[in-house]
């Protein structure tokens, strides 16, 4: 499950120091996508797979100076039981806060993990508008349950829009607005266009872009915090 260890960042969990565990395959295939390592099968092939039990000693040996875990991928949800045993092992064998970063494909799962209190702060992607979804591999139904769960029974979480260029625009975010109404904050990524899934180089917006979509969705969502992850 496990093909990645970082064991200090600064900036993964909100507010928190943190190590980061990276589980490997996703079924989705956004073609922004960064962690292409963990996603195709010829790279991840090549990597080492970490034991959980080795993981979980790592994260002992840093008690003294991290509060949280990541876990990311990948899409880490994939791993349905593995990844509740080893989100368990954390709780029972740690102290640290736990941070899950999804897709939010597969609501079932996050269900589990809110309602056994195994995950302590939610990342959720909206990739982009919800009839744009098929363009990311993935479908908008099995998101949106998970949208709903996590407003009527969550508190801890932000929803994360990358401002990929041909995926985010007025007219999508538009079409989201529905959907972000209620949620207290939200994280607007920038995106990166050194290593991507899709080959082809995509020019990202510039920062006076950013913060045009910045400020329409600070106008559409009063009541929401915007993060700021794209300077
Ligand atoms: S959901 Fe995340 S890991 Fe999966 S393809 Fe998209 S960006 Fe990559």
Known sequence: MIKGFRGTSLVDFPGKISSVVFTYLCNFKCPYCYNVEL???KYYHSLETL???F???????RKNFIKGVVVTGGE????????????EKVRLETELAIKLDTNGSYPELIKFLIKH???DYLALDFKTS?????EVGGEFERVRKTFHFVKDFFENFEVRITLYPPLIDFKELKEMLPFLKGVKNIALQKFLPEKTLKEE???PYDLSYYKKIHAYLEENLPETKILVRYE
Do not use: A, N, R, S
């Open 39 to 41: 996603i195709v099968p």
């Open 51 to 53: 034991k959980e039990d």
């Open 55 to 61: 993981v979980l000693e790592e994260l002992k040996k």
């Open 76 to 87: 880490p949800t994939l791993w349905g039981k593995k990844l509740v045993d080893f989100l």
């Open 117 to 119: 209190q195994l995950i």
């Open 130 to 134: 919800p009839k744009k979804y098929e």
């Open 201 to 203: 180089y995509i020019k």
